[in-house]
Nanobody, 116 residues
């Protein structure tokens, strides 16, 4: 399983951006896909995740501004980010958890920079 994240960039505060994560490889069974982010000098933090059955969860700071979704036909997960703030600046990573015991796979990260 390989993950390819894309879509990061430089935007101004208040603008929107959508990052994508495409999964390649053979997938069997239930899985989680999620987004994490890491700002300079800070630990990586959870942003949002979705389950193959459709359940979604967003961290408090993401609620109301971010939306997580997927396109099964494209094996791609999205994170739509609206009303971006400078504190959203970070490298955004996607991950994929599948199997029992679970295996976790990470994408390479995509930089999101929000200017004030």
């Amino acid at each position: 399983v390989q993950l390819q994240a894309s879509g990061g960039g430089l935007v101004q505060a208040g603008e929107s951006l959508r990052v994508s994560c495409t999964v390649s490889g053979t997938i069997f069974g239930a899985y989680y896909m999620g987004w994490y982010r890491q700002a300079p000098g800070k630990q990586r933090e959870f942003v949002a995740r979705l389950h193959s059955a459709g359940n979604k969860y967003l961290e408090d700071f993401a609620e109301g501004r971010f939306t997580i979704s997927r396109d099964n036909a494209k094996n791609t997960m999205y994170l739509q980010m609206n009303s971006l703030k400078p504190e959203d600046t970070a490298v955004y990573y996607c991950n994929f958890i599948v199997g029992s015991p679970p295996n976790t796979y990470w994408g390479q990260g995509t930089q999101v920079t929000v200017s004030s």
